[in-house]
């Protein structure tokens, strides 16, 4: 409170100091398979006293259920049970997990998908520029025993490691001549192929500022070439 008093009165100000809206950096699983309940856990700041819902999904079929929400005192993670229906059916679009508090919103993308087949959900970082080696992390379920392959010539996948059953890393060597664009990566385990046609943007180069020479005005020590 602000006490403001003089010889005549004074008042008595009641200042509300809100803080900052919550942020995500992450979000493990980023998938959860058809009849299952998922364990969530979401990674950021000023998570405490968040709220949690699940979109309905882009055909509207629901049919995933919210419980058990937790945040912890520093507001660095939340954790919840993700129950998903088992007479759903695998989605392509990602639904989105949206984290309200009283200072804003934030929201992260969750995929539905069958149970037993391996899914990508994301690759970090997502984009690299002609003559460049990228080294990235794809995230998904059911990677064990996978294999990754690429459908272009723009990216060769080197030295790749299955982590584990939701993480995989390879270094992605984009092409000198490589045209700007997306490029397929795909995820093989026995016959089957899930297949995410934008996993990797190929970027055009940044190009560098220019030098610009300054005149010395007064013979300036501390004036710089930009």
Do not use: C, K, W
Request: net charge negative.
């Amino acid at each position: 409170a602000l006490v403001i008093s003089s010889s005549v009165g004074g008042a008595v100000l009641q200042l509300l100091v809100q803080r900052p809206a919550p942020t995500i950096t992450d979000v493990s699983p980023g998938a959860g398979e058809i009849g299952t309940t998922v364990p969530l856990t979401i990674m950021g700041a000023n998570l405490n006293g968040a709220a949690l819902v699940v979109t309905s999904g882009s055909s509207h079929q629901g049919g995933v259920t919210v419980a058990n929400v937790f945040s912890s005192v520093d507001g660095a993670f939340l954790t919840a049970d993700l129950t998903i229906d088992g007479g759903l059916t695998p989605e392509a679009e990602p639904r989105l997990l949206i984290v309200t508090t009283e200072s804003g919103q934030t929201t992260a993308e969750f995929f539905v998908v069958a149970a037993g087949v391996p899914s990508l959900t994301g690759i970090r970082p997502g984009a690299g520029e002609p003559g460049q080696t990228v080294p990235v992390t794809l995230r998904g379920l059911n990677l064990t025993g996978a294999t990754l392959s690429e459908a272009s010539a723009d990216i060769d996948l080197m030295n790749p490691v299955v982590v584990d059953g939701e993480t995989a890393t390879v270094d992605v060597v984009v092409a000198p001549g490589a045209a700007v664009g997306a490029s397929q990566v795909s995820v093989i385990s026995g016959l089957q192929v899930i297949s995410q046609p934008f996993a990797f943007q190929t970027q055009a180069p940044l190009t560098g500022l220019p030098v610009i020479a300054l005149p010395v005005v007064n013979g300036d020590p501390n004036q710089q070439t930009i």
